[in-house]
């Protein structure tokens, strides 16, 4: 089993920047097919953010992020970042880290992944 533990939220002010960062142990993310970073704010559904392939970097991410959020990733320390900036308040969620063995499954679907860690709370103030 793998274990995924993020770190790196907090408060921020709007258009400010953060990193988040996702630690997998156990069973090692090397053998990951694929990992992402999903978020769910308060009273809202878990929705997709970015995805990374582990073999290859091909990267994905949801409209409302792209051009100011970067998935990247570290297979030597088996840890995947997420780089967030120019920050909106309705950025403010849980983060999620989430990962599977699998890579061919749908990425921007919770269901396609197996392990996920306990969340980091980000918090954008305007």
């Known amino acids: 089993q793998a274990q995924l533990v993020e770190s790196g939220g907090g408060l921020v002010q709007a258009g400010g920047s953060l990193r988040l960062s996702c630690a997998a142990s156990?069973?090692?993310?090397?053998?990951?097919?694929?990992m992402g970073w999903f978020r769910q704010a308060p009273g809202k559904e878990r929705e997709f953010v970015a995805a990374i392939k582990w073999s290859g970097s091909v990267s994905y991410y949801s409209d409302s992020v792209k051009g100011r959020f970067t998935i990247s990733k570290d297979n030597a320390k088996s840890a995947l970042y997420l780089q967030m900036n120019s920050l909106k308040p309705d950025d403010t969620a849980d983060y999620f880290c989430?990962?599977?063995?699998?890579?061919?499954?749908?990425?921007?679907?919770?269901?396609?992944?197996?392990?996920w860690g306990q969340g980091t709370q980000v918090t954008v103030s305007s």
């Open positions: 989430a990962a599977n063995y699998y890579a061919g499954l749908e990425y921007g679907n919770p269901r396609s992944y197996n392990y």
């Open positions: 156990g069973r090692t993310s090397s053998n990951f097919g694929i």
